[in-house]
């Protein structure tokens, strides 16, 4: 029986078969191409007519690549008219798909040196890293038309932070900060609002910064969400008066801990967890002057006073619906995303401008919030604004209580 058992050799049937669609497709272009050639002539090869409007002068090759491999087009080249094909662009070497894939490997993550790998292993020749480029700019122009989009909708809650990346500078290599906003639409949706070059996170960015936001439409900000940097919190009232800023609880714990001993941190920890943990306001002060009263019976002055000094502005969430508490007490949303922009700028080393690195964090940003991370609802904002009707009923109701 074992005789008649036939033997297939599976690698060569793949080969054979790939070579079978390529040369399928090698001849099926030159076939198209022939004949557009013939179409702008308006006569077929070696045809006598008084409508001709030019002749054939033989074919120039051209190598393309598709997704069934390289092939060979054998371009017509005429005199009396210019040869232009609407199958294929001038000067174009890559099938769309073929393109779109290889930007959106280098927006994913994958770096230079890994797609040249891929696109050998895939379509049998290395795409050279100039090519990469040449694609990335085009991928950047639709990147900086979405970075400067204009904003038509109301953001009541904004979270901003600052990403540091490394830059070649004058032979030296040195800091440049991307300043990051990502905002909570009235539907509850995230959405990420905007980046820019920041410096060193100045005063002067920050406000440039926000400023550009505003005028790009930013509107009905009620909180912003930060980490406590003097340039920022400086900015806020200059740019959005009305709005109110949330210092990040988790960085005010950890500023703490630096003047806390490792011996002790899990003690001081839950206390400061316990001023966050109450059910409003008021208790969370009067919980904070124990922890300080606390801090201070265990010889921990440095960190009482840190508590003492700054407590307050970790505690402006509780003007917010209960319901949005955990979310917007914490900066950990913009945190999660410089994870992934970090990810990602960790394989380029420094930057040789900060353009650059401000174009590739935007590519991140931009692919992150093409994901999940921006078609989840993050928050019910209902209870933001049936808070807010509230609010206004009872100092109505106070006033004209006031007025009898």
Not at 193 to 203: L, N, P, S
Request: proline share 2%; charged share 30%.
């Amino acid at each position: 029986m074992s005789d008649n058992i036939i033997q297939l050799n599976e690698d060569l049937i793949k080969n054979n078969l790939k070579d079978l669609v390529r040369n399928s497709v090698e001849e099926t272009l030159n076939a198209l191409l022939d004949h557009e050639a013939d179409e702008l002539i308006n006569a077929e090869k070696y045809e006598r007519s008084s409508d001709r409007k030019g002749y054939r002068s033989g074919h120039y090759e051209r190598n393309f690549s598709t997704t069934a491999g390289d092939v060979t087009l054998k371009m017509p080249k005429l005199k009396g008219i210019q040869f232009e094909t609407a199958i294929i662009e001038r000067y174009k070497r890559r099938e769309c798909s073929v393109e779109e894939a290889l930007i959106e490997m280098y927006l994913a993550g994958v770096s230079v040196r890994r797609v040249e790998d891929i696109t050998e292993a895939l379509w049998g020749s290395k795409v050279s890293p100039g090519t990469i480029s040449n694609l990335n700019k085009k991928a950047y122009v639709h990147i900086e038309e979405w970075r400067n989009r204009q904003l038509s909708e109301e953001y009541p809650y904004v979270y901003v932070d600052g990403v540091y990346l490394k830059r070649s500078w004058g032979g030296e290599v040195q800091n440049v900060s991307v300043l990051v906003a990502i905002g909570v639409n009235n539907e509850g949706y995230r959405e990420i609002i905007g980046a820019a070059e920041g410096m060193k996170e100045d005063h002067e960015s920050w406000k440039n910064f926000f400023v550009s936001l505003k005028e790009r439409g930013l509107q009905g900000v009620r909180l912003i969400i930060g980490d406590k940097c003097l340039g920022m919190l400086e900015s806020i009232p200059e740019v959005f008066p009305s709005a109110k800023y949330q210092r990040c609880t988790v960085h005010f714990y950890r500023n703490v801990f630096t003047v806390t001993p490792r011996t002790k941190m899990k003690n001081v920890a839950r206390m400061l967890k316990a001023i966050h943990a109450q059910e409003s306001k008021s208790a969370a002060r009067e919980k904070a002057i124990k922890v300080v009263e606390e801090l201070r019976a265990m010889k921990l002055s440095a960190a009482a006073k840190k508590v003492e000094e700054s407590i307050e502005e970790t505690l402006t969430y509780m003007d917010f619906p209960a319901e949005h508490w955990l979310r917007i007490r914490t900066n950990n949303t913009t945190e999660r995303v410089n994870r992934q922009i970090k990810r990602r700028t960790r394989a380029i080393g420094a930057f040789p401008d900060g353009q650059s690195a401000l174009m590739l964090v935007c590519a991140r940003l931009r692919h992150v919030a093409a994901s999940e991370w921006g078609s989840k609802r993050y928050l019910n904002m209902h209870h933001l604004y049936e808070l807010e009707f509230q609010k206004r009923f009872d100092e109505q109701s106070a006033a004209q209580t006031e007025v009898g």
